[in-house]
């Protein structure tokens, strides 16, 4: 497995990690309790981050439509 692909974990690791260790109502932040707000943000960033995997994928035809 190369680091491109190691890069894939980075949202599922941050979900669980957070859901363990960030899982109180306060800080609020944006109206939210900062749980809430930390997995927005790996939900939001996982896209980002996928498409990154995609593009650097050394086993990806570049014949493949985006």
């Known amino acids: 497995m190369n680091a491109v692909k ?3 974990l980075v949202p599922i690791i ?13 800080p609020i932040v944006l109206g939210m309790p900062f749980l809430l ?7 939001v960033l996982s896209s980002p981050i996928m498409w990154i995997v995609f593009k650097f994928d050394p086993n ?6 985006l």
């Not at 941050?14 to 306060?26: H, K």
């Not at 707000?37 to 939900?43: A, I, N, R, S």
């Open 6 to 8: 190691l890069l894939a």
């Open 14 to 26: 941050g979900i669980f990690v957070g859901a363990i260790f960030f899982n109180r109502v306060t």
């Open 37 to 43: 707000f930390w997995l927005v943000m790996c939900t």
């Open 60 to 65: 990806r035809k570049e014949d493949e439509l």
